[in-house]
């Protein structure tokens, strides 16, 4: 059973940076693709990056790109996102996943294992 715990929301003004963490524990990390996913109030939740097991390829949803990264460190079973130039539009609850496909997929159904979330407030 593959355990996702994210760490690193929080409120921020709008322009400013963050750094999310999701920390995965059972099995073995370097296998996993992981995702970032958001879900604002009142919407679906929607992808936002992610980063195979192989080769190490990135993808981000376009409102994302040139200002999120994701990476990982295999050694820390730790996937991280890092957001600059954050918006308001930004703001939702974050959440990391888990899967085993290569390329790992930007639908909510690819994903077999999800953490509970970190918040992410953008303020204007």
């Known amino acids: 059973q593959v355990q996702l715990v994210e760490s690193g929301g929080g409120l921020v003004q709008a322009g400013g940076s963050l750094r999310l963490s999701c920390r995965a524990a059972?099995?073995?990390?370097?296998?996993?693709?992981m995702a970032w996913f958001r879900q604002a109030p009142g919407k679906e939740r929607e992808f936002v990056s992610a980063?195979?097991?192989?080769?190490?390829?990135?993808t981000y949803v376009d409102s994302v790109k040139g200002r999120f990264t994701i990476s990982r460190d295999n050694a820390k079973n730790t996937v991280y996102l890092q957001m600059n130039n954050l918006k308001a539009e930004d703001t939702a609850v974050y959440y990391c996943?888990?899967?085993?496909?290569?390329?790992?997929?930007?639908?909510?159904?690819?994903?077999?294992?999800w953490g509970q979330g970190t918040q992410v407030t953008v303020s204007s």
């Open positions: 059972g099995g073995t990390f370097s296998l996993y693709s």
């Open positions: 980063i195979s097991w192989g080769d190490g390829s990135r």
């Open positions: 996943a888990q899967n085993y496909r290569d390329p790992p997929g930007d639908r909510v159904a690819l994903y077999d294992h």
